[in-house]
């Protein structure tokens, strides 16, 4: 496609469960960001992949959260044992070059995850 | 790290009246300034940016000026349309470069 996929759109769990959150960027884009995004609050970052590393995991607030992107195309967001606090909208943006560098960061739609 | 204030959170204007958003940033390294706007259900879209070896940019009814002195950047829309109703946010690059760190964000309401 044109633009940043994300599957699902919305994905409701119980507390507890694992959940795997796709993000299909921009056919050649290189850099892969995961955001995270609370009602009413800006993007809170996570984690940033530049080809299949991770750059920078700074954001992952603790280690239920996991993230891969192992061909440096399609990326996975992993998150472990659910706590209703994880309720947001995960936002993935892909971008040519590393933001602040050249690259302007392209947004997908986003999921929506509930954790009930 | 980076750390990025945004105001006001709501606006409201007339259609035709100009709008201003105003940001403040923390790390004097950062070099890189974008504005987002965000659409119900979707995610941020670019509208403008500006680079710390620039002091203003515009982009027909929309600017931003920056202000490295004092760590301040804001966003100018004139000549406002019901269509400029969204939310828009803020961001910085991170010092260490890659990232970008999001203010607050504004909600504008364009009164027709």
């Known amino acids: 496609g044109a633009g940043v996929s994300q599957t699902p759109s919305n994905k409701v769990t119980e507390k507890g469960k694992y959940v795997e959150l796709r993000c299909d960027p921009i056919?050649?884009?290189?850099?892969l960001y995961w955001y995270r995004q609370s009602l009413g609050q800006g993007p809170e970052f996570l984690i940033y992949f530049q080809g299949t590393g991770a750059a920078d995991d700074s954001g992952l607030p603790n280690d239920r959260f996991f993230a891969v992107r192992p061909e440096g195309s399609v990326s996975t967001l992993k998150i472990q044992r659910t706590e209703r606090g994880d309720s947001a909208v995960y936002l993935c943006?892909?971008?040519?070059?590393?933001?602040?560098?050249?690259?302007?960061?392209?947004f997908g739609e986003g999921s929506r995850l509930t954790v009930l | 790290g980076e750390n990025v204030e945004q105001h006001p959170s709501t606006l409201s204007v007339q259609e035709g009246d100009s709008a201003v958003i105003k940001c403040t940033y923390s790390?004097?390294?950062?070099?890189?300034f974008p504005w987002y706007k965000q659409e119900l259900g979707k995610g941020p879209q670019l509208i403008i940016d500006?680079?710390?070896?620039?002091g203003e940019k515009k982009d027909q009814r929309i600017a931003v000026t920056l202000n490295k002195t004092a760590k301040h950047f804001s966003l100018h829309i004139t000549e406002t349309q019901p269509e400029d109703s969204a939310v828009y946010f803020c961001a910085a690059s991170d010092n260490q470069g890659g990232k970008l760190i999001f203010g607050q964000g504004t909600e504008l309401s364009v009164k027709p």
């Open positions: 943006a892909s971008s040519s070059g590393l933001a602040g560098v050249g690259g302007e960061l392209f």
């Open positions: 500006i680079r710390s070896n620039v």
């Open positions: 056919s050649g884009h290189t850099a």
């Open positions: 790390d004097s390294a950062s070099n890189y």
